[in-house]
């Protein structure tokens, strides 16, 4: 089982420093990073990570377009909010920070985590 680093909510004042702005229909997220090993310091095996391919991945939503969530009929999300979305949802970008993003259809959000 892999562990997820517990993240801490973002300021909404300092969200968006990628230097990245959503079109169309698109968020971004800031994808959270699973680490390799338990907190008990135990490595996670090859094949646990493959099997968990399949699973979902978690991020703050740093940005989105005007026209993200009016179109399918979902309550808007905030910035800053822990998305959940699926794993190979998207596209793997790196802004201008030099942080990784994915940019994301709205669509693609599975479900917003309350904090």
């Not at 390799?36 to 090859?46: K, L, S």
Request: glycine share 8%; aromatic share 4%.
């Amino acid at each position: 089982m892999q562990t997820v680093t517990k993240a801490a909510a973002l300021p909404v004042t300092h969200l968006n420093t990628s230097g990245l702005t959503c079109k169309q229909n698109q968020v971004l997220v800031r994808k959270i990073e699973v680490k390799d090993r338990t907190a008990g310091g135990v490595y996670i095996p090859e094949i646990t990570k493959e099997r968990d391919e399949h699973a979902a991945d978690e991020g703050h939503l740093i940005d989105a377009s005007p026209a993200a969530f009016k179109d399918i009929g979902l309550p808007e999300v905030d910035p800053g909010s822990m998305c959940i979305f699926p794993r190979y949802a998207g596209k793997n970008v790196k802004g201008n920070d030099g942080v990784n993003y994915v940019l994301l259809n709205d669509k693609d959000i599975l479900a917003v985590r309350a904090e």
